[in-house]
């Protein structure tokens, strides 16, 4: 029974535990074609392209964005992307000759359709990654890369936007390949790396609940939460806000580290958390001095990071979630379960209807 939510309360609930599930199928899937197709199986010559664009709305713009800094570091492949509401209407220089990729969880959204249909007309070839493989956006594609995470009922999106990450990581290592811009060894340690995230996403969920209870229960006495990454986790801290608004209706914003300085810092005092997502990657240091000027100001921290950021120095924070340490370019993927199940048990505190949250629809197919 698709609409069946197990032993689980709540769709989201089940969508999150689902995700090692999923994600192993996804990345087998793309994997495969990876080792027996240069061209990934698809119409688009990434080889060849110039440039990559990217539009989509909401939870799937977010993973587009993740999407960008792999694109461009392991590809060497520039990307242009804006949410599709602003996307359609700026008229961008695009060459006819690039490529643009539309993510969208149910193939249907108005300002995503809208876009693909404007690049369509320039001449791009189009790149649909969407859930719904008999949706509009995926008819209307040249190449269609399927996200099979399976439905999803919950309104805020949880496994479709790892399932997303995962196709977006395999293609831009497969363009990367195409490109010659990674030595096979590299792509090799990638595709290793791309292979052990459903074991490192079974491991937290298998031991994260209880931790994530006390930290929601603290967050649902909050007004507002700040969100702050460098790099990948940058998207993924305004994942984190937006997961915890729609469903908690908590006030929330996700910045960069770097532009804390820039204003969010004023709003730093001893209620505000902040929620610092620093795997240890090449700009941990950098992200640990930004949370050291929140700490100085007195603001409560909660620092998500993994076993050897957490062994790297001493941390001045509220509250450390510990996870296991992986490869940098699965680290969003796993960060993710964090942030959607704080978003999830604080919206249970709250006592809110966090299947179907108030004012929000699963697809927006008006502009
Ligand atoms: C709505 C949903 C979000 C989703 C967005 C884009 O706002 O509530 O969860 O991320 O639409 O939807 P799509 O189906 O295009 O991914």
Known sequence: DLANKGNHRHFMEKEIYEQPEVIAHVLGHYINIMENRADM??????????????????????????GKYWFERYARLPVEIDVASEFRYREIPLSPQSAALFISQSGETADALASLKYCKE??????????????????????????????????????????????????????????????????????????????????????????????????????DVLYLGRGTSFPLAMEGALKLKEISYIHAEGYAAGELKHGPIALIDENMPVIVIAPHDRFFDKTVSNMQEVAARGGRIILITDERGAAASKLDTTHTIVLPAVDEVIAPMIFSLPIQLLAYHTALFMGTDVDQPRNLAKSVTVE
């Open 41 to 66: 199986g698809s119409s688009i010559d990434f080889a060849r392209i110039p440039s990559l664009a990217i539009s989509a709305c909401g939870t799937a713009y977010l993973a587009g964005l993740i």
């Open 122 to 223: 320039l001449g791009l070839k189009i790149g649909a990654v969407v859930n719904a493989a008999e949706s509009t956006i995926a008819r209307e594609a040249d190449a269609v890369f399927p996200i099979l995470a399976g439905p999803e009922i919950g309104v805020a999106s949880t496994k479709a936007f790892t399932c997303q990450l995962a196709v977006l990581a395999a293609l831009a290592i497969g363009a990367a390949k195409a490109r010659g811009t990674v030595t096979e060894d590299e792509v090799q340690a990638l595709v290793k790396s791309l292979a052990e995230t459903p074991r490192a996403m079974r491991q937290v969920l298998n031991t994260i609940q209880p931790e994530i209870e006390l930290l929601s229960r603290e967050l649902s006495k909050c007004p």
